[in-house]
């Protein structure tokens, strides 16, 4: 039978409400008959990805071939705050997107995003987390690019990789985060060196061979010695990276003082106790 032959015949015996009732509940029945159907056995293909119970999930995005990106939208070098404020917005825009991360941690062109240990955020399907958050990220990057960028144009958009890591404990969490920022403060005390030879005229190939093999007190002597530079007294976010964490902020609503979460900032937050960034080679 036609569907509009069943829908005049439920018309005619039970008047046009409870038709429409009855034909609601008749579509119904007809699509778990179809998603019944033969080809429903394809679900089975789908392997599960959901993460270990009880462990921080870390969900890092990095840019790819950020390298190319920077030098055709002219990228200031070594750093360039424009572009570390942005990733820095996008990475916000996840965490009120997502609440359940307590944490990120960024330099140059990643993001680390620490969720709860408890977290049910989609099951902890690691698949589901990577493409929300990558997605999210990358469409705040280009949706507020003219913020940061008002007169240079987006030439093309950028494109954002993902994964999941899991550590069981807050040690092991702690460690990955000093892993970062030991990795922030070596690629750039390595850029500003090699920037600052190539800005006084060297070609880029010979400040490679100067800078090869060099330890991170090399580094600073070269700094301070040849560019007047101490390397300490560069900004923390170019040495440090960026920390992100939610705080509560009290305001005044109706004459009653109230709490809200707000993302805090922070460029001074040390993830290596005891540890003088040069001893990081």
Not at 28 to 55: H, I, W
Not at 99 to 106: E, Q, R, W
Not at 249 to 254: A, L
Request: with cysteine; proline share 4%.
């Amino acid at each position: 039978m036609s569907k509009v032959a069943v829908f005049a015949r439920l018309l005619s015996d039970y008047g046009v409400a409870r038709g429409a009732g009855c034909l609601r509940r008749y579509f119904v029945s007809v699509g778990r008959v179809m998603a019944n159907s033969k080809y429903e056995y394809v679900r089975k293909f789908e392997q599960s990805d959901t993460c270990l119970p009880n462990t921080w999930i870390v969900v890092r995005l990095d840019g790819k071939c950020f390298h190319r990106f920077s030098e055709s939208h002219g990228f200031e070098k070594p750093n360039d705050l424009r572009c570390l404020s942005l990733m820095t917005n996008s990475a916000q825009c996840v965490m009120k997107e997502f609440s359940d991360i307590v944490l990120a941690y960024g330099q140059s062109d990643e993001y680390s995003f620490v969720l709860r240990r408890d977290t049910t955020l989609y099951s902890r399907r690691a698949s589901k987390l990577i493409s929300t958050m990558s997605s999210h990220f990358a469409s705040s990057f280009v949706f507020h690019w003219s913020k940061f960028f008002p007169i240079s144009p987006l030439l093309y958009p950028p494109t954002f990789d993902g994964r999941v890591v899991l550590y069981p404990t807050s040690a092991n969490l702690r460690d990955y985060l000093s892993w970062r920022q030991a990795d922030c403060h070596i690629n750039n005390l390595y850029n500003t060196c090699f920037w600052a030879l190539v800005h006084d005229g060297m070609t880029n190939t010979d400040a490679v061979k100067q800078l090869k093999g060099t330890l991170s007190s090399d580094k600073n002597e070269l700094l301070f010695s040849r560019f007047n530079i101490n390397y300490n007294n560069i900004p923390p976010v170019y040495r440090k990276g960026t920390t992100l964490i939610w705080s509560s902020q009290k305001e005044t609503v109706r004459s009653k003082d109230c709490s809200r979460r707000a993302i805090r900032s922070r460029h001074d937050k040390d993830m290596l106790p005891g540890k003088d960034s040069r001893e990081c080679n």
